[in-house]
């Protein structure tokens, strides 16, 4: 049967084993906040670059009934 300082050392051990893999779940999750702030950014890009392609296909329509009109002139 294990003593109380059997089960300490194997705590101590299963403790020092586990910590490198702490540590790479930290910097995990790290990297998967940054990586979700850099994908919000780009989302936000995508979408005013949306906007800004709308006005300027509405722009380029109105031009051309512009030329439209002054070809029928």
Known sequence: MLDQRDLELIA???TRSIE?????LKELREDV???????????EDVTEL????AKLKEE???LREDMTELQEE
């Open 20 to 24: 490198p893999v702490r540590q790479d």
């Open 50 to 53: 949306q906007e800004e392609v």
């Open 12 to 14: 101590e051990i299963v």
């Open 33 to 43: 906040t940054e990586l979700q702030k850099e994908v919000r950014e780009l989302r």
């Open 60 to 62: 380029v329509k109105e």
